[in-house]
């Protein structure tokens, strides 16, 4: 299993509220993605990392922001929670590679529920 | 953007039968195309991937082929068996540096039955 932790695995929390997800990689590889996963929508990306202080966003990011000091660390922040935001949020890293694709890998997920 | 089609949305079949399930994608740049499998609960994992290059793929009982010019690619399982049970997503991307904006596919919720 790649090397990649996110914390915590489930939280509560209520309208309004900030919340920090972290994901924690011991991999040590370049790219880092937040995807949130919703019945009848699949995984769907909400930022993405492309090194130390290089984010950008996904096809999700409203009310969404991120942050990559380390590179083996990547923060998602709901700067004020709404309940629309409930959901499982699932972290992915792939590697450089050179002339093809390389596979994401996914943490364990963080369950999030916004009441 | 890409949009990733993906039918059925629930399958069921016996045990020993084949499986298939079929996505479509827009983009005709898009060229590499994993699929994952997602047990209840659990983390999506890697099971197979094909890129552009290559029109089929086997690992074991998995396969999976790829159409470019209908712009479709299947996830084919044979011999199934109960822990084959699971919700299985297809993906697709460009790109060739190994950093992929990944666009998926609604999934496909397969039950095997003893």
């Known amino acids: 299993d790649a090397g990649i932790t996110q914390s915590p695995r489930h939280k509560v929390t209520e309208t309004g509220t900030p919340v920090t997800l972290r994901c924690h990689q011991t991999?040590?590889?370049?790219?880092m993605y937040w995807y949130r996963q919703d019945p009848g929508h699949g995984l769907r990306l909400i930022h993405y990392?492309?090194?130390?202080?290089?984010?950008d966003k996904g096809e999700v990011s409203d009310g969404y922001s991120v942050s990559r000091s380390k590179t083996e660390d990547f923060l998602l922040t709901l700067e004020s929670a709404t309940s629309s935001q409930t959901s499982v949020y699932f972290c992915?890293?792939?590697?450089?590679?050179?002339?093809?694709?390389?596979?994401?890998?996914f943490g364990d997920g963080t369950r999030l529920s916004i009441l | 953007g890409e949009n990733v089609e993906q039918h059925p949305s629930t399958l069921s079949v016996q045990e020993g039968d084949s499986a298939v399930i079929k996505c479509t994608y827009s983009d005709s740049a898009s060229n590499y195309f994993p699929w994952y499998k997602q047990e209840l609960g659990k983390r999506p994992q890697l099971i197979i991937d094909?890129?552009?290059?290559?029109g089929e793929k086997k690992d074991q009982r998995i396969a999976v082929t790829l159409n470019k010019t209908a712009k479709h690619f299947s996830l084919h399982i044979t011999e199934t068996q109960p822990e084959d049970s699971a919700v299985y997503f297809c993906a697709a991307s460009k790109g060739d540096t190994g950093f992929q904006k990944l666009v998926f596919g609604t999934g496909t919720r397969l039950l095997v039955s003893p």
């Open positions: 991999e040590n590889h370049r790219y």
């Open positions: 992915a890293i792939s590697e450089l590679g050179t002339g093809f694709n390389q596979p994401q890998h």
């Open positions: 094909i890129r552009s290059n290559v």
């Open positions: 990392s492309y090194g130390v202080k290089d984010t």
